[in-house]
């Protein structure tokens, strides 16, 4: 077993290690212990150093600190001998969860993945195999850094069970199911065409640019990037392979990514998708010195107005209407609702909300809550949205700075299907180091404010007031 550097936790300390949550979940280093046998892989040959074998234990022990925050206590039960099992909640028949159990090891997560299973009573050995090949390509993608949030993600979003059927006459289901893959395919289906203009901090690195070009024709999509400071990109092709394109650039944890503007076109019944494109079918990369050029292109497309919303400027507006839309939401910022106070050890977190229905009130909602001095001083303004659109949910998030936290607070709005409101955050950073803590406390005081203004069914109450 490793050698654990003791040291002394003050009384009614709060602190990852050596705190008590509930009778069945203790996450201190008397019972939450690694073995250097457990693990997949071949065993090892090469050691490490007692440094980093504790920075690996330490590293695991806020991972599991944040996982709960995230997906609560109930759903992330640490067993002891360093293994913790994870309840994935993605089952609306009501026929389980998904197990994760997961097995820590002294070389996790600087060499080796952790050692894991899956389990549920619907859980296919095809679907088994197949979870855990991508889990283990995961890792390679990520080694030595932990990857436990994004085996979650993966999981949730791909390991589903099996639709049930309450028909008791099986020709009849057959039937039906053919009749759909029929209507899908029928002539008269319109097309969706969806754009997005991202926002990058930096396109650098040969990798990064290979990626984003390489994403954008996997995914059919026509468009243009531009390297250097800042980043930027447009692409366009099949809604749902655009909004697939964005979501894989986010999981890639690149520095301030953020989808500054959005357009759905719906074709007419017949209308072919290429003739919906402004772009031609292919993507093409902009030197860092051609943002000038960027702007051309979008504009001899007929996306000015879409490239103005990545500077962040207002275009003239295509119809009265829309104008007189942005006029209201700059009026309507005026209500944001702001929560209570937490302080932690000199650090403040403070909640704000704000119902909204599109990007632009988004845009619109920030830029009027930043106006207040103090807000605009905290040392970070984490926020995430999610609200109803065209072709689904449409949701982002942004850290602004403190690493994944804003993955965090919009992964807690989606598992509690909140809507039509944008969260932010505001920390003001007291001089003394939180660990995970600060994530319990980001996601705790976005939740409490969520259920007192009713957007988490079934909760209100007090404990938030309106800002003036």
Same mark, same amino acid.
């Given at each position: 077993?490793?050698?654990?550097?003791?040291?002394?936790?003050?009384?009614?300390?709060?602190?990852?290690?050596?705190?008590?949550?509930?009778?069945?979940?203790?996450?201190?280093?008397?019972?939450?212990?690694?073995?250097?046998?457990?693990?997949?892989?071949?065993?090892?040959?090469?050691?490490?150093?007692?440094?980093?074998?504790?920075?690996?234990?330490?590293?695991?022990?806020?991972?599991?600190?944040?996982?709960?925050?995230?997906?609560?206590?109930?759903?992330?039960?640490?067993?002891?001998?360093?293994?913790?099992?994870?309840?994935?909640?993605?089952?609306?028949?009501?026929?389980?969860?998904?197990?994760?159990?997961?097995?820590?090891?002294?070389?996790?997560?600087?060499?080796?993945?952790?050692?894991?299973?899956?389990?549920?009573?619907?859980?296919?050995?095809?679907? =088994? !195999? #197949?979870?855990?090949? *991508?889990? &283990?390509?995961?890792?390679? @993608?990520?080694? /030595?850094?932990?990857?436990?949030?994004?085996?979650?993600?993966?999981?949730?979003?791909?390991?589903?069970?099996?639709?049930?059927?309450?028909?008791?006459?099986?020709?009849?289901?057959?039937?039906?199911?053919?009749?759909?893959?029929?209507?899908?395919?029928?002539?008269?289906?319109?097309?969706?065409?969806?754009?997005?203009?991202?926002?990058?901090?930096?396109?650098?690195?040969? =990798? !990064? #640019?290979?990626?984003? *070009?390489? &994403?954008?024709?996997?995914? @059919?999509?026509? /468009?243009?990037?531009?390297?250097?400071?800042?980043?930027?990109?447009?692409?366009?092709?099949?809604?749902?392979?655009?909004?697939?394109?964005?979501?894989?650039?986010?999981?890639?944890?690149?520095?301030?990514?953020?989808?500054?503007?959005?357009?759905?076109?719906?074709?007419?019944?017949?209308?072919?998708?290429?003739?919906?494109?402004?772009?031609?079918?292919?993507?093409?990369?902009? !030197?860092?010195?051609?943002?000038?050029?960027?702007?051309?292109?979008?504009?001899?497309? /007929?996306?000015?107005?879409?490239?103005?919303?990545?500077?962040?400027?207002?275009?003239?507006?295509?119809?009265?209407?829309?104008?007189?839309?942005?006029?209201?939401?700059?009026?309507?910022?005026?209500?944001?609702?702001?929560?209570?106070?937490?302080?932690?050890?000199?650090?403040?977190?403070?909640?704000?909300?704000?119902?909204?229905?599109?990007?632009?009130?988004?845009?619109?909602?920030?830029?009027?809550?930043?106006?207040?001095?103090?807000?605009?001083?905290?040392?970070?303004?984490?926020?995430?949205?999610?609200?109803?659109?065209?072709?689904?949910?449409?949701?982002?998030?942004?850290?602004?700075?403190?690493?994944?936290?804003?993955?965090?607070?919009?992964?807690?709005?989606?598992?509690?299907?909140?809507?039509?409101?944008?969260?932010?955050?505001?920390?003001?950073?007291?001089?003394?180091?939180?660990?995970?803590?600060?994530?319990?406390?980001?996601?705790?005081?976005?939740?409490?404010?969520?259920?007192?203004?009713?957007?988490?069914?079934?909760?209100?109450?007090?404990?938030?007031?309106?800002?003036?």
């Amino acid at each position: 077993m490793p050698r654990w550097r003791k040291k002394e936790i003050p009384p009614g300390r709060t602190g990852a290690a050596g705190v008590k949550r509930n009778s069945n979940v203790v996450l201190g280093r008397d019972n939450f212990r690694f073995d250097s046998a457990h693990g997949t892989g071949k065993p090892d040959t090469a050691t490490i150093k007692d440094r980093e074998m504790d920075e690996n234990h330490q590293a695991a022990e806020d991972e599991v600190e944040a996982l709960k925050s995230i997906y609560g206590d109930e759903n992330v039960l640490a067993l002891g001998d360093g293994k913790v099992k994870i309840l994935i909640q993605n089952d609306v028949e009501g026929r389980g969860a998904l197990n994760l159990t997961v097995e820590f090891h002294d070389h996790y997560p600087s060499l080796r993945a952790p050692g894991f299973s899956l389990y549920a009573d619907w859980l296919s050995e095809v679907e =088994s !195999k #197949r979870a855990h090949k *991508k889990l &283990l390509q995961i890792f390679d @993608e990520e080694q /030595g850094s932990p990857i436990l949030y994004s085996w979650v993600e993966w999981l949730a979003e791909n390991i589903r069970p099996p639709p049930a059927i309450h028909i008791s006459n099986f020709t009849e289901a057959v039937s039906r199911s053919f009749e759909e893959i029929k209507s899908k395919s029928s002539k008269n289906e319109r097309v969706i065409l969806g754009r997005r203009v991202i926002y990058s901090h930096h396109i650098i690195a040969q =990798s !990064k #640019r290979t990626t984003v *070009k390489n &994403l954008a024709e996997e995914n @059919e999509l026509g /468009g243009l990037s531009k390297i250097g400071w800042p980043g930027a990109i447009i692409v366009e092709g099949e809604e749902s392979k655009v909004q697939a394109y964005v979501d894989a650039l986010k999981k890639l944890r690149w520095k301030h990514l953020a989808v500054r503007g959005e357009e759905i076109v719906k074709g007419s019944p017949g209308q072919s998708l290429d003739s919906l494109r402004a772009f031609p079918k292919s993507f093409k990369e902009l !030197k860092e010195d051609q943002m000038h050029e960027f702007a051309s292109e979008c504009k001899s497309a /007929g996306l000015e107005t879409l490239f103005l919303t990545f500077i962040k400027k207002k275009g003239s507006a295509t119809s009265s209407d829309k104008s007189k839309k942005l006029s209201s939401v700059t009026d309507d910022c005026q209500k944001w609702v702001t929560g209570e106070t937490l302080v932690d050890r000199k650090s403040v977190f403070q909640a704000h909300v704000m119902r909204v229905e599109s990007r632009e009130e988004v845009r619109a909602a920030m830029d009027k809550l930043l106006t207040k001095k103090k807000i605009a001083k905290a040392t970070h303004n984490i926020s995430a949205f999610r609200f109803q659109g065209a072709t689904g949910i449409v949701k982002d998030c942004d850290d602004d700075g403190e690493a994944a936290a804003g993955g965090r607070l919009l992964h807690m709005m989606d598992l509690s299907n909140v809507e039509g409101v944008l969260v932010v955050v505001s920390r003001w950073y007291g001089g003394i180091l939180l660990g995970p803590d600060r994530f319990r406390h980001i996601n705790n005081v976005a939740r409490q404010l969520l259920e007192a203004e009713g957007y988490i069914r079934g909760k209100r109450g007090a404990g938030s007031k309106k800002k003036k």
